[in-house]
Structure formats: C-alpha cells, structure tokens
C-alpha cells in the first residue's frame, strides 16, 4: 500500500481513532522478520508525525497549534491501550520507540512525561518496561531522559508520601524501569562542584533506600534482562546505578546534618511472650514510629550498595557493573571539600565528616574490586584515589590493589 492509500483511509477517522488504527498500521509496517526498510521508515514517521501527534496537516505542513490537553489524555489512553494488549516485547519496543526516539519537540515530551508519569501511579508494567527501554535507548544521562525524569520525579516524589507503597512496589513490578530510572537520577544530585549542594528530595531518597536495600540485583536489571529491540538496531550498553550510588553515600557525611531532614521510618516492635502464654492466630504486630534522619538513610543505602555490588560480581564475560572512570569522578568533590576544610584551619585527619566520606569511598571500592565488577582503568582509579587526604582504610585497599596489578 502506498503512503497517499495509506493517509487516505486513515483519514476517514476522526481523532482519536486515526490514532489507534496508525499504530496499527505502523506495527504492520515495522514489525516483520527482517530490519524495515528505509521507505517504510519513513512511511512511519508521516503516519506518526499526522495521524497519532498530529504535528503537520494533510500537506505536510507543520501545524502551530499542538493536539489540546484533552486530545493528550485521549492520546495517551490508545497507547497505553496499546501497550497493554501487545504480548510481544519486540513488537511493544518498536512501536515505542518509533513513537518517541527520536524527539525532537517538547509536545511528545511532554506526552512521554504524562504517560511516564500516570504509568508509575497505576504500576502499569507494560507501560513502565517501555519507558525503561525508552531510557537506555537514549542513554539514562541524556538532557532528554534527564527532563523526563525529572518530571517524574516532580509527580511522585515531592511532598506525596501516601503512594510510597505504590512506588516500592515497583522494583518487583518493572525492576529494569527502576534500575535505569535511578541511573538517571544520580545524575541529577551531587554533582556540582560550585558549592551548591543539590540534594534529592527526601521522599525520592528513602523509595530509592527501599528499592536498592530490599534486593541487591536490582542495580543489575537492566543488564540482567537484555531490552527486546527492533531488528536493526543498534542496542545501547545498560549502565547501572552503583557508580552512582557511590557518590551518593560518599558524598552524604559532607553535604548531610546528622540531624537534618528526619523521615518517618515504620520498625515493627517485638513482643516477648509471657510464660505459658499460646499464639494467638489473630495476633497482630504493633509497630510505632522510629525516625531516621538523612544522614541514617544515607548510612543504610550505603549498606545495601554494598550488597549489591556483591552482587554484581559476573561468574561469566567481563565485568559490567561499576565503570573506573565513573568512581574516578568523585575525587574532585573530596578534593573540593578538603579544600574548604584546609582553609577554615581544619586538619583533614581529625575531620570525623571527611574521614567518613573517604572510609565510604575505600568500602565501596574494596568490595568492587574484590567481587570483580569493575571495569575500564582500574590503575588510573587507584592512582586518583591515592590523591585524596589521608584515610588509613583508604590507603591499605589502595597499596594491596596496586601490588596485585
């Protein structure tokens, strides 16, 4: 069928049921044994960019005036119809892909961010999956995925706290969504070296604690769980959260109050049980409310990363977990902050907030390296290390290190 034949049926509906029967079409035309063709491509992207974002007229020319709000609900309604009745992963990531990979307009942004969004407050799987692809696809650090994420983040992780379990859930629900949604968002935090200390917001701090502490492979999903792509294409690396990770409970003792920022905590209470006393079968746990301040969050997120880079140890292949370079990266913050310490005539030794930064560091990098989940340059790691103050722990690992390379 030619593309005019092609524009012409689907112009017998009005929208946003030319929408539904483009995706349709759109599957027909991508979706098949082989890579599509050029030409069908490019069929595509006309039926996408008229009859499902409606971007140009029936000319080709560009429309001023996007689809309305409700136009985007309506939109966003036939995808995720879409998505959820497609059984095939290969099928659903084309499409999604098609849709949304090659961006360039704030209007499908601004859709992607609502379907995004409305996916993570009804746990949609399908949806979620997707959008994990989405974000490996354009790279979880792009300015792309990083707006995404931001959005998401702007819904669901400021001030609302009653959809934590909805949110925790989700690491079981969508694990390669969540892996690569925190690989995003370490990008965000803790990485500017003007002083400004931009930190995440609390809620999102304790769901990613929850998330990393309640199952060390979680980092690993995405690798763990190749995404389904078109044939034809070219799949990008899955880069995991750890590195990140790192830099957030390292960095934490410098930038956290220990007494900052305090998160309400459920811990259930233990019972001691009176002599002869029986079960009850209807017996319920109490529980009161501990709280945890940030700089406690922090502590236990850095114990559940170690856990998981344990856990990122590959039995097969090279390591993939944790790249050199991305730890290399944290030197010029201690440096920045040691700085700071020396002209206030602090000295770095007895600066207990420092010396914790730097035994996180020499942690996290010892059970790196010893479970074997680093790659890239280990000695330009190490010879960066070596640069920061001094630190007994951090200096041992990083001696015993050089000797074995």
């Known amino acids: 069928m030619s593309l005019s034949d092609l524009k012409h049926q689907l112009r017998k509906y009005d929208f946003p049921i030319c929408a539904k029967e483009a995706l349709i079409r759109i599957e027909q035309l991508l979706v098949g044994r082989a890579a599509p063709s050029n030409k069908q491509l490019d069929i595509a992207m006309d039926v996408i960019a008229e009859f499902v974002f409606c971007e140009v007229d029936r000319r080709g020319n560009r429309r001023s005036a996007g689809i309305t709000p ?22 659903k990531n084309t499409i999604f892909l098609s849709l949304f990979g090659g961006i360039e307009s704030q ?68 694990p390669q969504f969540v892996s690569n949604f925190i690989t995003a968002v370490t990008e965000l935090y803790m990485h500017d070296l003007q002083g400004t200390k931009k930190l995440p917001p609390r809620n999102l701090l304790e769901v990613i604690t929850s998330w990393v502490f309640s199952n060390p492979t979680l980092c690993m999903s995405a690798q763990l769980n190749p ?20 830099h ?17 905590m459920i811990v259930p209470v233990k019972r001691i049980k009176l002599e002869n006393e029986r079960d009850h079968p209807t017996f319920k746990t109490n529980a009161f409310n501990k709280v945890l301040t ?36 944290l030197t010029p913050h201690v ?18 907030r420092l010396q914790d930064c730097l035994d996180r560091i020499g942690q996290a990098v010892q059970v790196a390296l010893a479970n074997g989940c680093v790659y890239g340059n280990i000695s330009n790691l190490l010879a960066a290390l070596d640069t920061l103050p001094e630190n007994r722990l951090l200096r041992i690992i990083i001696k015993t290190h050089q000797q074995i390379i």
């Open 227 to 246: 995404a389904a792509l078109p044939s034809g294409s070219i799949p990008m690396a899955a880069v995991t959260p750890l590195a990140g990770l790192v």
């Open 107 to 174: 209007r499908r942004l601004k859709v992607l961010s609502i379907l995004a969004s409305m996916a993570v407050s009804a746990s949609s799987t399908s949806v979620l999956l997707a959008v994990g692809v989405w974000l490996q696809q354009m790279g979880c650090s792009s300015a792309l995925s990083l707006q995404l994420v931001e959005n998401i983040i702007r819904d669901h992780f400021y001030l609302n706290t009653s959809n934590q379990n909805t949110l925790k859930s989700l690491a079981i629900t969508a």
């Open 335 to 352: 440096q920045a902050c040691a700085h700071q310490l020396l002209k206030r005539g602090i000295k770095l030794q007895n600066d207990r």
């Open 70 to 91: 409700l136009q985007e609900l309506q939109l966003i309604d036939v995808i995720c119809e879409y998505l959820s009745t497609c059984g095939n992963d290969t099928t």
């Open 294 to 329: 940030e700089a406690e969050l922090y502590t236990k997120l850095h114990l559940a990363v170690l856990h998981s880079l344990r856990a990122g140890r590959r039995t097969h292949g090279p390591p993939t977990a944790v790249n050199a370079q991305h730890l290399t990266g």
């Open 248 to 264: 957030w409970c390292a960095l934490a003792p410098l930038y956290i109050d220990e007494d900052q920022e305090m998160v309400e």
